[in-house]
């Protein structure tokens, strides 16, 4: 008998996923092909391929990720879901693969800064123009945390070795070759960063 693959759960990919699929909803609208960049536990790529049927969506993940996503992703069948590729920023090349839409959620802030530079960097100059980026998680705005938790939880971040939460604008600056066209506000003081290769 086969060893079944063991499944992880994220409590927050599991509350903020409808909001987040409301705001795709709209900003995937006329993509076809999306690239999710670290899928972690699977939950998001199950829940918004399910959603997004128009959407083929594409998992990458460090191969640590892959049995949990390939868990959840064996327990549907979807035709528009792609199994994981091994992807992390700086020590693999961009996956060969034709996408106008890339999706994060909760990555940012963990990577090292120069990982969240050379991702935005990189997706400015990989997506074709008129691509999509969906970029979920805390940020700082005008160099200020939008909430006080905000500030504890990136002090806790940077205490752990990450990279810890960035501000709009250094992303933006970071972001040469995009144009920042959204900036939602979203449930426990996240933000959804909607930007758009020119």
């Known amino acids: ?52 049927p128009h959407l083929t969506w594409n998992t990458s993940d460090m191969l640590d990720y892959h049995e949990s996503i390939q868990a959840w992703m064996a327990e549907v069948t979807l035709s528009n879901l792609v199994a994981p590729i091994v992807f992390h920023l700086g020590k693999n090349a961009w996956p060969s693969l034709e996408v106008d839409g890339v999706f994060t959620a909760n990555t940012t802030h963990i990577m090292q800064r120069d990982e969240a530079k050379l991702m935005m960097e ?33 002090q806790q971040l940077q205490k752990n070795g990450c990279g810890g939460i960035c501000d709009v604008a250094e992303l933006e600056v970071w972001a040469s070759g995009m144009e920042l066209i959204k900036q939602i506000a979203m449930p426990a003081n996240n933000f959804l960063l909607v930007w758009k290769v020119s």
């Open 1 to 52: 008998m086969a060893q079944s693959l063991k499944k992880s759960f994220s409590p927050s990919c599991d509350r903020n996923q409808q909001p987040i699929l409301e705001q795709l909803f709209v900003y995937f609208k006329q993509c076809e092909h999306v690239l999710e960049i670290g899928s972690g536990t699977g939950q998001h790529a199950v829940f918004f391929a399910e959603n997004l």
């Open 122 to 154: 990189t997706v400015a100059t990989q997506l074709k123009s008129g691509g999509i980026f969906c970029q979920y998680g805390p940020i700082k705005v005008n160099g200020k945390y939008t909430s006080e938790g905000n500030r504890e939880f990136d």
